[in-house]
């Protein structure tokens, strides 16, 4: 079985300090893993994926993630908030079990970003 | 252009009626999931198919149902059972990882509000 944590329910930062969004799975297959936002009222928005390819990958709007199979993780960054940023971050994992493609998604994060 | 689609966007129901939300996808894809989300909150499953004529609950199936009749189509009936159905509901589809797919495919969502 998978699962997916995000270890920060509320993330508050500066405008213009470094975002850290932290996502931690567990799985039993190679996984795909992915983040997500979502504005207020808004639909989900793919911010980036990783699929067995480079194990850093870039996003929209200045977002990075770099998967780190030793420590299971898929923390997601950015070197300077906006005040656009604001809003709710989901990681996802997708992988397989016995009858194929499984989502599982974390908790949420909620980001905060002060002027 | 493939891509999912729900209906209706915003939904009102009065208590004890049953009503049935939409979700259609035209990507070919194997694999499609129900979620709920509340104000605050995040995504709760719901339902879950990973092949026409079979689903599986996920963690608050109670006072919901599905039908998997045709690959492409997943609706989603809140019956009267369901005691605090007003919330976002989200369908999401994604394709089969051992041909290639591997992209989670979003619907814009419906709001459903009892009155």
């Known amino acids: 079985a998978q699962s997916v944590t995000q270890l920060d329910s509320h993330v508050s930062v500066s405008e213009g300090t470094p975002v850290l969004l932290r996502c931690n799975y567990s799985?039993?297959?190679?996984?795909?893993l992915f983040w997500y936002v979502q504005h207020p009222n808004k639909g989900l928005q793919l911010l980036l994926k990783y699929t067995s390819a480079a194990t850093l990958v870039k996003g929209i709007n200045g977002f990075e993630a770099e998967f780190k199979k030793s420590e299971t993780s898929f923390h997601l960054t950015k070197p300077s908030a906006h005040m656009s940023d604001a809003a709710e971050y989901f990681c996802v994992v997708s992988d397989l079990d016995n009858a194929g493609n499984m989502l599982t998604f974390g908790g949420g994060t909620r980001l905060m970003v002060k002027p | 252009d493939g891509g999912i689609t729900q209906s209706p966007k915003y939904l009102f129901r009065k208590e004890g009626q049953n009503v049935t939300l939409s979700c259609e996808q035209n990507?070919?894809?194997?694999?499609m999931y129900w979620y709920r989300q509340d104000p605050g909150q995040g995504l709760r499953l719901i339902y879950y198919s990973q092949i026409v004529n079979d689903f599986q609950k996920g963690d608050i199936a109670e006072g919901y149902s599905v039908s998997r009749e045709k690959k492409e189509s997943f609706p989603l009936t809140v019956t009267s059972a369901q005691k605090n159905p007003t919330a976002f509901y989200l369908c999401?589809?994604?394709?089969?990882?051992?041909?290639?797919?591997?992209?989670?495919?979003f619907g814009e969502g419906s709001w459903l509000t009892v009155v």
């Open positions: 799985s039993s297959y190679s996984p795909s």
């Open positions: 999401a589809s994604i394709g089969d990882r051992n041909r290639g797919g591997n992209t989670i495919y």
């Open positions: 990507l070919n894809h194997d694999a």
